[in-house]
């Protein structure tokens, strides 16, 4: 570990913490060039000079007076290597791991400075709660993205929200109280969420103080190179959650900003569209089904956002994240024992989870001419889902620890990324090699479940198209 990492952890406070998130806000703002915008649709001046002097919460269960989605593309040479490292929920261990691995591979020096310059490092968000060192893992974070700018890309997991991190802390003193309903559910990790565990740190917290720099974090990342049989780029899209209908990224990637503002979303006209190009077999029974049971379930806002017309949700104001849910954030996908269903709710996240049809159909009305989505690698979905009414068995965590912390479904048109191990039991993370054409490409899953032992690797065709 760098020596400048060293002596933060050893002499740490909050005020050192403090002016380390800032120092990164003011770094992601130097990235933000006027001219690199779609459109030229700039986020606030707040972002873009990186002024955090009046962060606040909008109300208790809003956003904040930063929110401003947006996603961020890249373009690599043939022969890259795109590292995707999954959930890390404050396991500082697994993290160092993951660094040291690099190291051992050449990719990394001493002082976690890229030094291949092919090698590029994308983190699927959810870097707090659950384990005792998320502040550790954030200035390990922020130490990464300021030594290899616009190498490294922090992207923003449903965690990153500061009212996600208030719920999951009041979660917490309900356990300690005794008031839970589910106690032994609710209690995983909960001691250790980010907010108890800034408040046993340092006696000058106070919620939501250091949380500004989640808005600082692209929803998403496109990473295209150039396929030379195709006469087209490829792009991989690393996300937290999963697809999220209302948007379509096909103007971005066909154009050459690297950033876009998410205006709104119109999930309404999306699902009008997918009924209308017969997609699924009785597509509207079905969808009025699974949204009928997100209303059940207290998410009416959410819901109705897809079958209200003229329902369109405006990211330029306020959104309850815990009512509204986007997609890269939230939602996740069927495993392939549900074919049968296409499209189905959870109860464990309350999101939505898309099957093979739905998720190729998104992808090519996501894509442009000369543009083509071919891959999602993305974390997130850590639970088995059962629904016995809604014909859901998806068995995503037995399948997670059965497959060396990486589930690799439908000829590799999505990778869903483990944790750091508390969850599946391996430590495992992914590097994405592009080549001259896709079928070129690689992907190669390194995974140990014993600490002790060395990483092992197995490499196979990224993508089947």
């Keep these: 570990m760098p020596a400048e990492l060293r002596k933060k952890f050893d002499a740490m406070s909050f005020e050192m913490v403090d002016e380390a998130a800032k120092r990164f806000v003011h770094t ?57 490292i999954g959930d890390v929920h404050g396991d500082l261990g697994y993290l160092v791991e993951v660094l040291a691995e690099l190291q051992r591979l050449g990719y990394l020096d001493e002082d976690y400075r890229l030094i291949d310059p092919t090698v590029y490092i994308a983190f699927a968000g959810d870097y707090t709660n659950r384990n005792h060192h998320s502040v550790e893992v954030m200035l390990t974070l922020f130490y990464l ?28 003193q309900a356990v300690i109280s005794d008031r839970s309903d589910e106690p032994s559910r609710n209690s995983h990790g909960l001691k250790d969420s980010f907010i108890a565990e800034m408040s046993r740190k340092f006696s000058l917290y106070r919620f939501p103080d250091l949380l500004y720099w989640f808005d600082f974090l692209p929803m998403g990342l496109y990473v295209g190179c150039y396929d030379d049989k195709a006469n087209q780029f490829d792009y991989l899209n690393v996300c937290h959650g999963g697809i999220e209908p209302g948007y379509s990224s096909a103007a971005f990637l066909a154009s050459e900003a690297r950033f876009e503002r998410f205006k709104a979303l119109d999930r309404y006209k999306a699902m009008e569209q997918l009924i209308a190009d017969n997609v699924i077999p009785n597509a509207k029974n079905r969808l009025k089904f699974v949204f009928d049971s997100l209303t059940k379930r207290g998410l009416t806002q959410f819901a109705a956002s897809f079958v209200e017309d003229g329902h369109i949700v405006n990211l330029e104001h306020r959104h309850n994240p815990r009512q509204l849910r986007l997609g890269m954030q939230w939602n996740s996908f069927l495993t392939e024992s549900n074919e049968n269903i296409a499209i189905a709710s959870s109860h464990n996240h309350r999101n939505i989870l898309f099957g093979q049809d739905l998720t190729n159909y998104f992808f090519a009305q996501a894509s442009a001419p000369g543009h083509q989505i071919v891959s999602m690698v993305r974390g997130h979905q850590h639970l088995d889902d059962a629904d ?35 969850a599946t039991g391996w430590q495992s993370f992914l590097i994405v090699t592009t080549g001259k054409s896709l079928p070129e490409w690689q992907s190669t899953h390194y995974f140990r479940k014993d600490i002790e032992a060395p990483f092992e690797q197995k490499t196979t065709v990224f993508v089947v198209r």
Aim: hydrophobic letters at 35%.
């Design 145 to 172: 993205y300021r030594h290899n700018l616009g190498r490294v890309f922090l992207l923003r997991g449903n965690h990153e929200y500061a009212i996600s991190v208030r719920v999951v802390y009041e979660m917490y």
């Design 28 to 84: 992601v703002g130097l990235r933000f060039k006027s001219g690199d915008w779609l459109n030229d649709y700039l986020p606030p001046q707040v972002l873009l000079d990186g002024d955090v002097s009046k962060f606040a919460m909008h109300d208790p269960m809003h956003d904040t007076t930063h929110f401003t989605p947006f996603v961020e593309k890249i373009r690599v040479p043939q022969g890259s290597k795109i590292c995707i």
């Design 388 to 422: 016995a009414p809604m014909g859901l068995n998806s068995p995503m965590l037995n399948q997670l620890r059965e497959q060396q912390g990486i589930v690799r479904q439908w000829d590799g048109a999505v990778y869903t990324m483990g944790d750091g191990g508390s």
